[in-house]
């Protein structure tokens, strides 16, 4: 019987980008179409990755902007981050940026497991504000995985939640590896 790890991961964005909406898509397998803003909400799922099984907790928080000043809740216990920003707002994504230079100053590490999430990519190209160009170009300016989504869409939604989970382990390797202790 494999072991079971957990991992806690928290969401956020500014406010109505469809955070709520994907963390109930990937536990529900749902999608809720009335907006009701969060206060901050918790998710459990068991999912498989390979050969791993993994207690999965979500913290979907309310939305955030560029001033919102992050809570140590946000930092300490925390294995990873889906960032997300709406694609019919340039405004979330400027939030987005602010957000995870905060997370940077505050994690004192080099590398973070961020999943960066433009969601709303099922809305027309007239709605659209931020191209997938401009948010590929900046998860890699943070080494960190980039998704175009839609909370209405179940196959997208959990692959997020997958990509999360092997950057976790990706970057705890990483750190594992270069890390070490040598006693002569």
Known sequence: ???VRYRKVLILGYRAVGKTSL??????????EC???TVESTYNKMVVVGKDEFQLQLVDTAGQDEYTILPHS????????VLVYSVTSLQSFQVVKTLHNKLYESWGKTRMPVVLVGNKADLSLQSREVKTDEGKKLAESWGAIFLESSAKESQV???IFMKIIE?????DNSYSRSTGCHLM
């Open 74 to 81: 946000f930092i300490i216990g925390i294995h990873g981050y």
């Open 167 to 171: 950057e976790i382990d990706r970057v």
């Open 157 to 159: 939604t959990q692959g």
């Open 35 to 37: 907006y009701e803003p």
């Open 1 to 3: 019987m494999p072991l």
């Open 23 to 32: 963390a109930h898509q990937f536990v529900e397998g749902k999608f809720v």
